[in-house]
């Protein structure tokens, strides 16, 4: 079971107090009037499944019930950041270590971290 | 009662205490102290159980978690049933009934055993599939007939008295198993300031220090266990939980603890100061840091007949010997591939009985051990093993030959020696479970041929787990591990002393699993890897010659490794097989997959407290209690108690249903709303629609009347 970090309210909870909500960085069509049926298709219902590092959307549903993303990686389940809506990650596919993108809640989460047991 | 197998001293049992229990039916004597197995062997007895498939006799094998055979059904009452109890893992209480779960009319004389016997040839992997095939509609009918012939235990038919708790727990370092190893890693992790929970599935902790040859600092071992027992309970930042098994490792340092409180008390939880005692928590853990000191299994060899009674594991002859005071025959003979094992002779003929002979398969032993039981005058004859044993009921004998291990053949002639009790040892591997139920595959090692755990972040394995077996190395191992554990989640490195113990000069160890038999595998006398399915190394070959390649679909055709026993005893040994009739490396054919749980969970700790009215909540409306006090029947609907209907109280029978909801408002209870409530959903939209719809238990329904329409109140 999953030990997952809020980003909002900056603690670590049980895997219970959330809720998955599948990939996420999933832009809507500026236009869907002006999508083919495969993109809107494409856009609904198509989700990548990659083995390694994956972005994803989770809801703190009896928490904060704010959503915000998580980079998890699908072979050991190491949940490697999160980080709120709007922000990216550092880690991504090109960037297995870290450091893609400076995000202030990494920052925090590591200081959080670092300091829950000390 | 006498028990026949009991020393006259020696042992961690309390020889005054006496308790009585009762197996299949007929009383016995043990001590408190006891496990039920070991009780069973002091009174001399060998079959069991009857195997799962072909109804063979079984006796007990091992002394742990690992015991494949006697697993039997605990109670005495119908509501007290308890099955699948690993007898090796039951303390003795007064007054236990335990029974075997399989044989009939009884395990002594099993009528199955003759289709086992005569069909057994005819009673491949797939057997049921291949045969019961036409008609594919007749399959159902078959089912509850071979169902009903094989089986172990069933569940009580009434309510479970007792009652179970969750906890949630958090800790920094968690260590699981309280041998040398983990011993060593809480004392080191708790010295830091570290919170510490400490677990150990058995009826004491202490691990294979119990029942250890080697001296700590001096003194026996058990007394450096019982030293630093004292020193953990007497901090506060430790929480120590005996007759604990770690069952399940799940994401991220959770780990599910199962405790045993008063399991070894009697049938169901006696009270305490009036009140009925919790029979089982299951502890829910969050850990900073997880050290797995889980120890070895050891592996029997495989050979033809190695299922006959009397047939064990080398370590359990120790234990039971050394830690119950239990010697479970006469007359020994040892086959074994290590050094280790030669504890098991050396620890008989201090007992007083005759070691016949000890087989090793190497060219060359010569380690310490090794020389101790040559000084002793044991009969040692190299390069060979044990071939076949003899006996129906009870080992009469072991057919010992010289084998070409490369050629995986016999050489020369075999020597039948006499003996009632045949030890054997392939080797030991790592109890790699828990890390294994997170999905990683454990690693081959060819020094230690064994599989040790590949490790995910923030679990550390330590002694035994990891590989390191002399017990020196493995009190530092254990010790390095919980300082690590307790530093890496911020607690500063403090050392601890360890004992001194001296280390022991061990030979080399030889590849040996399934021990060649001068007759083909497929004609050879059955050579059993897995004694709790019934699967042979017969059937794994043949397996691998209808096309079942992988070892997951080996493992799936013969059922190796299934169910309760989670291959504990016999998996790398089916491994080795399927690798050698695929001509393939063991890391080649790789393992297959350990799910929790490590060993069978009573539902009741699963279940919590999360049960009868507490199962789901119930819901009140604002107006319940003025329902009530007009007697109101209910009906559920979702969590919410809704009135169904008011019965009047007048009448003497009181009203029935319809009656009930059919009366007309303006009486002296409100009664109509009831039937909009019970209404089955896809109406509720059409009533006021429909002219004369009936009601879902026959009864018109009116669909003009009053203005009292309860469509408001008719959500939800």
Redesign the interface.
């Known amino acids: 079971m999953f030990h997952i970090y809020c980003p909002y309210c900056g603690e670590l909870r049980e895997e219970e107090e959330f809720h998955p909500k599948g990939q996420a960085h999933i832009a809507r069509p500026a236009d869907p009037t002006a999508c083919t049926d495969e993109e809107w298709g494409d856009y609904l219902f198509f989700r990548d499944n990659p083995r390694g590092i994956h972005h994803e959307l989770w809801v703190h549903a009896v928490g904060c019930r704010k959503f915000f993303n998580i980079t998890r990686h699908t072979v050991s389940y190491e949940i490697l950041e999160t980080y709120k809506m709007g922000e990216q990650p550092s880690f991504t596919a090109e960037h297995p270590q870290g450091g893609s993108a400076e995000s202030a809640t990494r920052r925090a989460q590591d200081a959080q971290q670092a300091g829950v047991h000390a | 009662m006498s028990q026949p197998n009991r020393l006259g001293q020696g042992g961690r049992i309390e020889r005054s205490r006496k308790l009585n229990f009762t197996f299949n039916g007929k009383r016995y004597q043990g001590h408190a102290g006891d496990t039920l197995a070991s009780a069973l062997l002091a009174n001399g007895l060998d079959i069991v159980n009857r195997s799962f498939k072909y109804s063979r006799p079984r006796g007990i094998v091992a002394a742990g978690a690992e015991e494949p055979n006697a697993v039997v059904q605990l109670g005495s009452t119908e509501s007290g049933q308890v099955p699948n109890v690993r007898a090796t893992q039951q303390a003795l209480f007064e007054g236990l009934e335990a029974r075997s779960t399989n044989g009939w009319p009884n395990v002594q004389r099993d009528m199955m055993s003759l289709v086992g016997k005569l069909g057994g040839k005819f009673m491949p992997p797939g057997f049921y599939y291949k045969t019961f095939m036409a008609p594919a509609s007749l399959w159902m009918t078959y089912e509850k007939y071979i169902r009903k012939s094989a089986g172990l235990g069933c569940s009580p038919m009434e309510n479970d008295p007792d009652i179970y708790d969750h906890l949630h727990q958090h800790c920094?370092v968690l260590v699981i198993g309280a041998g040398p190893a983990g011993l060593a890693a809480a004392l080191a992790a708790a010295h830091s300031g570290a919170r510490v929970i400490l677990v150990d599935e058995q009826e004491e902790m202490g691990g294979s220090l119990l029942d250890a040859r080697e001296r700590l600092d001096g003194k026996p071992a058990n007394q450096w266990v019982a030293q630093s027992l004292k020193t953990l309970a007497g901090m506060d930042n430790v929480t120590l939980l005996p007759r604990t098994t770690a069952n399940g490792y799940?994401?991220?340092?959770?780990v599910t603890l199962h405790e045993r409180r008063t399991e070894h008390l009697g049938e169901t939880a006696p009270l305490l100061n009036g009140r009925r005692q919790v029979r089982s928590r299951m502890h829910r853990v969050?850990a900073?840091r997880v050290v797995l000191a889980t120890g070895t299994h050891e592996r029997p060899l495989v050979y033809a007949n190695n299922d006959v009674p009397g047939n064990m594991v080398a370590g359990a002859v120790s234990t039971y010997i050394r830690r119950y005071g239990v010697v479970p025959g006469r007359r020994l003979v040892l086959s074994t591939s290590n050094d280790h094992a030669y504890r098991a002779a050396l620890d008989w003929l201090e007992s007083g009985r005759e070691v016949v002979a000890i087989a090793d398969a190497r060219a060359n032993p010569d380690g310490e051990l090794v020389e101790q039981a040559r000084a002793q005058g044991i009969r040692i004859i190299t390069g060979s093993a044990v071939i076949e044993a003899k006996g129906e009921t009870r080992v009469s004998g072991a057919r010992v030959a010289k084998v070409d291990l490369d050629g995986f053949r016999v050489i020369g002639k075999a020597e039948t020696l006499e003996c009632d009790t045949l030890a054997s040892s392939g080797g030991y591997s790592p109890v790699i479970h828990l890390a294994s139920h997170?999905g990683a595959r454990p690693t081959w090692r060819d020094d230690l041929l064994a599989f040790v755990p590949t490790l995910?972040?923030g679990v550390s394995a330590a002694g035994g787990a990891k590989g390191v077996f002399a017990t020196a190395k493995v009190l530092a191992d254990g010790e390095t591990a919980g300082r690590q554990a307790a530093g890496e989640?911020?607690?500063g490195a403090v050392s601890v002393s360890l004992p001194k113990v001296a280390v022991r000069r061990d030979g080399a160890a030889c590849a040996l699993y399934q021990v060649p038999h001068e007759k083909p595998t497929l004609r050879a006398p059955k050579q059993f890897v897995d004694l709790q399915n019934d699967v042979t190394a017969a059937g794994i070959e043949l397996a691998t010659r209808e096309g079942f390649e992988s070892i997951e679909h080996v493992k799936r055709y013969t059922a190796m490794g299934f169910g309760t026993d989670q291959g504990k005893l016999g998996n790398i040994n089916g491994m080795a097989i399927a690798a050698r009739c695929l001509d393939k490396s063991i890391p080649e054919v790789g393992t297959t997959v350990f799910r929790p749980n490590y060993t069978p969970v009573t539902f009741g700790a699963i279940v919590g407290r999360h049960c009868r009215e507490l199962f789901d909540p119930e819901r009140y409306t604002a107006m319940h209690q003025w329902h009530v006090e007009h007697g109101a029947e209910f009906e559920d609907v979702g969590q919410w108690k809704r009135p169904w209907y008011f019965p009047r109280r007048a009448s003497v029978n009181g009203e029935t249903r319809d009656d009930g909801t059919t009366r007309w408002p303006g009486s002296a209870a409100p009664c109509a709303r009831g039937w909009v409530f019970s209404m089955p959903r896809r109406w509720a939209r059409s009533t006021f629609r429909a002219p004369t719809p009936v009601s879902s238990w026959g009864a018109s329904i009116p669909t003009s009347g009053p203005s009292w329409r309860p469509a408001a109140c008719a959500t939800g």
Do not use: A, I, L
């Open positions: 920094d799940h994401d991220h340092h959770f969050r900073g997170t995910v972040k989640v911020g607690f």
